[in-house]
């Protein structure tokens, strides 16, 4: 059973930054696909960031496109997003999700529910 664990959450001023990892465990072999899911009081989840399985490509969702880096770490099982010029939008709950899957990150980002795995989310909120 694979579980997943977000850290690096907090709160920060305008502009600032985060660093969010997802730690996974119970994975059986490197071909999961991994994602960043984030969902603010009142709105649907959208997927903020995606990396294919081989970490050949990767998708962010236009507002966050330039700003946020997803990458990954086999070795460690570890999912990252680092999150620069943080804005008051950014604001929601962050949650990491993995399932086997082929397809490109964008592909795979489209859908945000058909993930059999996810974290428990950790709270990003970004004060003007």
């Known amino acids: 059973q694979v579980q997943l664990v977000e850290s690096g959450g907090g709160s920060v001023q305008s502009g600032g930054s985060l660093r969010l990892s997802c730690t996974a465990s119970?994975?059986?072999?490197?071909?999961?696909?991994m994602g960043w899911f984030r969902q603010a009081p009142g709105k649907e989840r959208e997927g903020a960031s995606c990396i294919s399985w081989n970490g050949v490509t990767t998708y962010y969702a236009d507002s966050v496109n330039g700003r946020f880096t997803i990458s990954r770490d086999n070795a460690k099982n570890t999912l990252y997003l680092q999150m620069n010029s943080l804005k008051p939008e950014d604001t929601a709950v962050y949650y990491c999700?993995?399932?086997?899957?082929?397809?490109?990150?964008?592909?795979?980002?489209?859908?945000?529910?058909?993930?059999?795995?996810w974290g428990p989310g950790t709270q990003v909120t970004v004060s003007s």
């Open positions: 999700a993995a399932r086997i899957d082929y397809l490109s990150a964008t592909q795979i980002c489209r859908d945000t529910t058909n993930w059999p795995s």
């Open positions: 119970g994975l059986n072999n490197d071909d999961y696909a």
